[in-house]
């Protein structure tokens, strides 16, 4: 999707980063195995921490290590984690790649996206057989964001709710005790994604003239501080949600995307403005 | 039955140890594990019974530590953790009724409108999204106490932003009353537990190194630019 639920591995103790990365690799790996390099190349962190999110609820579920050489490193073995969650995982990358290559196409005439959309779209028939519910809301996902835009909607939560009503369906493998937890952790953590993503490119988009919900709000005296805590507000619901899940082992890798990880993005974007304002005040103070 | 009993754990116990209790006993009764034993229906009765509990006892906690906190939000299949269902939506304390309240669910309170009593029966019975409509068509002056079962309605929708704004509005408009106030702090809770936990964990570091690019030229402009110091 985008990328924005990743660790700072930076900050991972040796061996749970070392996991991460495993579980990493071992989605790439199902992707190779299910869709050839067209899938590799969809691989995100968003959907690498939703394996290893399920991977560390429902640990009782076989999981092993394979040692294998792959095309991006061709000299080290790297570690890669078989589970069916990374299978999982592999799949709903596919789908949300396929709708996203086909919606992208429709926006920037990419022909990229739609070649990307054209070599996955075989693949879709068996996805919808086997996760009925995931597809519609990833269709639908695309559908109203669409409308939305078009109709230069204002309303944030109904926007982030959007991203957020599709997550929460990708993130329920099974309906069981922890389903409903999982669907609002889903759903909370999609609605901050949206948001993010709407922070960090706005300027871009108001360059290019293009749809963003936050252009109304940049004119705030308290945009910065609005915007922190649009952001915060949002994830900590979704942290909460993570909370109450019964996660012990790898629980940690997990807190550090979801307290840390998750910001780097977003410390870029204030760093970024900081600079920006920095320079801009020199240039006065040059001035007077 | 208890389910601290159930679990096997003190209810003092941290959250920490009843995820371990759970996750011992889940692996001992996981159905998976015990594939062809004799007893397998007990078995499986077990299993359910330790994921009731640990989702009682995290219910419990959540409404313990902030309480009147709606769990979960409408109707659209996201509603409720876990599968437990109470009696009072609003767990720890209800909203129009009881400790706080002069607002009353009976029909003992004639002075609200047709529409606001419906709206608050909604809310009670979490029909948020019918709650949601009632409101909003409602003609009558939108005083601090439509924005208040405003900020109900979407909270129990999954509307955090407007939740908030929407409870700061009626907090602001009548600063004397407690109820608004409480709903303003519950909806700012999580925020605060959130960054409460974050200082363990975020320190800014503009730079992750993604994996497969760290194998590309990429990963020399990129130790150039991480420093790794904290701006904070």
Known sequence: ?288 | MDPYKVLGVDPSASDEEVKKAYKQLAKKYHPDMNIGAENIAEIERKFKDIQNAYNTIMDQRERGSQPGYGQGYGQQGYGGYGGQTYGNPFGGFDPFGGAFGGYGQQQSQPEHPIEIQAAINYINARRFAEARNVLDSYTGPKDAFWYYLSALAHQGMGNNIKAKEHAEKAAHMEPDNFQYHHLVQQLNGRGHAYTQRQTTYHTVNLCTGNWCIDMLILNALCNCCCCGRGFC
């Open chain 1, 1 to 288: 999707m985008f990328g924005y639920v990743a660790a700072n591995h930076k900050e991972l103790e040796a061996t749970d980063a070392a996991f991460y990365r495993s579980v990493y690799c071992g989605v790439c790996r199902s992707l190779q195995l299910r869709y050839g390099l067209k899938g590799r190349i969809i691989l995100n962190y968003d959907l690498a921490f939703l394996a290893l999110l399920l991977l560390a609820l429902y640990d009782e579920q076989p999981s092993h290590a394979e040692q294998r050489r792959c095309l991006t490193h061709p000299f080290t073995k790297q570690t890669q984690l078989r589970s069916p969650f990374c299978d999982y995982a592999a799949d709903m990358t596919v789908l949300l790649g396929y709708y996203k290559a086909c919606d992208d196409w429709q926006d920037d005439k990419n022909p990229a996206k739609q070649l990307l959309a054209r070599q996955l779209k075989p693949h879709l028939p068996q996805l919808e057989a086997q996760y009925p519910r995931q597809c519609a809301a990833t269709a639908a996902y695309i559908r109203d964001l669409a409308e939305a835009e078009a109709r230069g909607e204002s309303d944030l939560d109904y926007l982030a709710g959007i991203t957020g009503t599709a997550l929460a369906e990708l993130f329920v493998p099974t309906e069981d005790a922890w389903s409903a937890t999982l669907r609002r952790f889903g759903f909370f953590l999609g609605k901050f994604i949206y948001l993010m993503d709407a922070a960090e490119d706005l300027d871009k988009d108001k360059k290019k003239g293009s749809f963003n919900p936050l252009i109304a709000y940049q004119s705030r005296e308290d945009y910065a501080a609005f915007r922190a805590d649009l952001l915060t507000s949002t994830l900590a619901e979704a942290a909460a949600c993570f909370e109450r899940l019964p996660i012990v082992e790898h629980a940690e890798i997990l807190r550090h995307i979801l307290y840390s990880g998750i910001w780097l993005h977003y410390d870029r974007l204030t760093a970024a403005e900081r600079k920006e304002q920095e320079k801009h005040g020199s240039v006065q103070g040059a001035g007077r």
